[in-house]
């Protein structure tokens, strides 16, 4: 349950972030984010998987690239639903799911499962072997 709410701030986190370096993503606080990484999540749980599939065709021939416009329709989907947070335009949408995927990934890789941060340990030994 703890590793769950730390990704939840960490999906805020990245929400606040790419509102502050993309012009065209406004959020008019913390807790507006916070509802729209709950509803990102929610919707990304539930339809993601379904559009998936249905768009699976032209996933293929356009080598997957065809996720980041289901990434954006969820992005624009968050923002139908939560008040405080607006996306305007579809390149936008575009590239702020893009920004938020990545800086999502970039600081969910620092914690384990259980929600912990980890720690990787590292000692040199006998010249050139590390372990």
Same mark, same amino acid.
Request: aromatic letters at 12%.
């Given at each position: 349950?703890?590793?769950?709410?730390?990704?939840?701030?960490?999906?805020?986190?990245?929400?606040?972030?790419? !509102?502050?370096?993309?012009?065209?993503?406004? +959020? *008019?606080?913390?807790? *507006?984010?916070?509802?729209?990484?709950? !509803?990102? *999540?929610?919707?990304?749980?539930?339809?993601? $998987?379904?559009?998936? +599939?249905?768009?699976? $065709?032209?996933?293929?021939? /356009?080598?997957?690239?065809?996720?980041?416009?289901?990434?954006?329709?969820?992005?624009?989907?968050?923002?139908?639903?939560? $008040?405080?947070?607006?996306?305007?335009?579809?390149?936008?949408?575009?590239?702020?799911?893009?920004?938020? /995927?990545?800086?999502?990934? !970039?600081?969910? /890789?620092?914690? *384990?499962?259980?929600?912990?941060?980890?720690?990787?340990?590292?000692?040199?030994?006998?010249?050139?072997?590390?372990?």
């Amino acid at each position: 349950m703890q590793g769950l709410a730390i990704r939840w701030l960490v999906l805020t986190g990245s929400i606040l972030v790419v !509102a502050y370096l993309l012009e065209g993503i406004h +959020v *008019s606080g913390f807790f *507006s984010a916070f509802f729209a990484a709950a !509803a990102l *999540s929610t919707l990304n749980a539930l339809f993601r $998987p379904i559009l998936l +599939v249905l768009t699976l $065709p032209i996933n293929v021939l /356009s080598l997957g690239l065809f996720t980041l416009v289901i990434n954006a329709a969820m992005l624009k989907m968050a923002q139908a639903v939560i $008040p405080g947070f607006e996306v305007v335009g579809f390149w936008t949408s575009v590239f702020g799911a893009l920004l938020i /995927s990545l800086v999502s990934w !970039a600081l969910n /890789s620092f914690i *384990s499962g259980k929600g912990g941060v980890k720690v990787i340990d590292m000692r040199n030994r006998r010249g050139n072997f590390w372990d």
